[in-house]
């Protein structure tokens, strides 16, 4: 694991009017798992029986349909990322759930960053997450995010 803890992290003080929502505590974990390259906290968490749809380093969507695939996609971004000396974080801009007895979902609109060599790039995404009860908690069983916004420095682009 890699601890990539940056300097005043929006997820290290997360907006308080979410806190009361369903699952919120479990969107930070992911959210904190991805930016801390946290592959054990992320894959305990996450089922995704029917794959995600994730974001790329370049923006773009990444189908990914099975748990091998999720797992060497994961281990691939967190390495390319090492490689390219970067960090990543989030700021959740709005958060929304429903939770049933065993099944529920939720909307994230969050702001990733990616940051090298002194340069960020911003991408605006909403995420639809559905969530499921099993027998330790409740986990991802889907997650679908989508950029709808980027602002990628020409530096960023070139590399």
Request: net charge negative.
């Amino acid at each position: 694991m890699r601890l990539v803890l940056q300097d005043r992290s929006p997820l290290e003080s997360p907006p308080g009017r979410f806190a009361c929502e369903p699952f919120y505590a479990e969107t930070m974990t992911l959210l904190r798992s991805v930016r801390d390259h946290d592959f054990e906290t992320l894959a305990w968490l996450c089922d995704d029986d029917f794959g995600i749809v994730d974001i790329g380093v370049d923006g773009n969507a990444r189908p990914i349909r099975t748990r091998l695939e999720w797992e060497r996609w994961f281990n691939e971004l967190f390495a390319t990322l090492d490689t390219m000396a970067a960090t990543t974080d989030s700021e959740i801009l709005d958060y929304r759930a429903i939770r049933t007895d065993d099944l529920g979902y939720s909307v994230l609109d969050f702001r990733q960053s990616l940051t090298a060599n002194g340069t960020t790039a911003t991408f605006d995404c909403v995420a639809t997450i559905i969530w499921k009860r099993t027998p330790h908690g409740w986990r991802e069983a889907r997650w679908h995010a989508s950029v709808v916004a980027a602002d990628v420095p020409a530096e960023l682009r070139a590399a």
